[in-house]
């Protein structure tokens, strides 16, 4: 990641069959406590990297749904263990290797896309 889904989100879902990396989910089963919408999980999303535009957002019909968060790098790791722990994220922990967090599974990532934009969670636009 990765792309975050905000409260602007419809859960219509349009986007869970989208999505190249099986990286969203419907509210019903999200892995955070107390879920309200469709969730994306950052140790999964690509960011549709080969595609010109990202799978869920071409598909989604809400304006804002759809935002930049940081990339999942090694850089970005007590970032994303931060918002695990407050609950934001959920990230996959595997029995064996423990927590997929992005110093152990870095995930590609748009280049182009600005810092700035991700730190202010820019909505999504191509
Ligand atoms: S950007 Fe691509 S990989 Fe990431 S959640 Fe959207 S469809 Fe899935
Ligand atoms: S397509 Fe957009 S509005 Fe529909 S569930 Fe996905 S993020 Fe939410």
């Known amino acids: 990641m990765s792309i975050l889904i905000t409260e602007e989100c419809i859960n ?9 990396a099986t990286a969203i989910v419907s509210a019903d089963d999200s892995p955070i406590d107390d879920p309200e919408f469709t969730y ?3 140790e999964k999303c690509i960011e549709c990297v080969d595609c010109s535009v990202p799978k869920c957002f071409d598909v989604c019909p809400t304006p804002g749904a759809i935002v930049w968060d940081m990339p999942y790098i090694s850089e970005f790791d007590e970032y994303y263990m931060q918002r695990h722990n407050e609950g934001i994220y959920k990230i996959r922990v595997h029995k064996k290797k423990g927590i997929f967090s992005p110093i152990n599974q870095t995930r590609p990532f ?3 896309i600005d810092m700035q934009d991700r730190l202010n969670y820019k909505p999504l636009e191509f």
């Open 12 to 20: 219509c879902d349009a986007c869970v069959d989208e999505c190249p």
């Open 40 to 42: 994306v999980k950052p």
């Open 110 to 112: 748009r280049e182009v």
